[in-house]
């Protein structure tokens, strides 16, 4: 299964998050891909990380609560082994992130 929203389509550490449990975005991460996830997590729970975390695209503490709100709403829960969500970003979390944004975005399209 391929990534489907603008914001995550294409990028290869999303499609390597989407498959491969060695993929996960986990707190202390860094990079354009946080950013992405930040964006994402800002347009889709009303959830604004640290500006100090944003500035450098940094999965900070702010940023790793908001993820665990994010997927603590949505039930986002790996039931084989967990019995309460977690704050990182992995199948699961990137699966729904992308298929919520992807709505999002083509709202945005027609609202433009």
């Given at each position: 299964m391929a990534l489907i929203s603008k914001l995550f389509k294409g990028d290869r550490i999303f499609e390597r998050c989407l498959v491969n449990d060695g993929g996960h975005i986990t707190p202390g991460s860094k990079g354009f891909h946080v950013a992405k996830i930040q964006d994402a997590l800002?347009?889709?729970?009303?959830?604004?990380?640290?500006?100090?975390?944003?500035d450098?695209?940094?999965?900070?503490?702010t940023t790793a609560k908001a993820v665990l709100s994010y997927k603590t709403?949505?039930?986002?829960?790996?039931?084989?082994?967990?019995?309460?969500?977690?704050?990182?970003?992995?199948?699961m979390t990137i699966k729904a992130?992308?298929?919520?944004?992807?709505v999002y975005e083509s709202r945005q399209r027609l609202v433009n």
């Open positions: 800002m347009k889709l729970e009303g959830v604004f990380p640290s500006r100090a975390e944003r450098v695209a940094f999965y900070g503490p709403k949505r039930r986002i829960i790996n039931t084989t082994y967990q019995h309460a969500p977690d704050n990182i970003v992995g199948k992130m992308d298929a919520e944004m992807a």
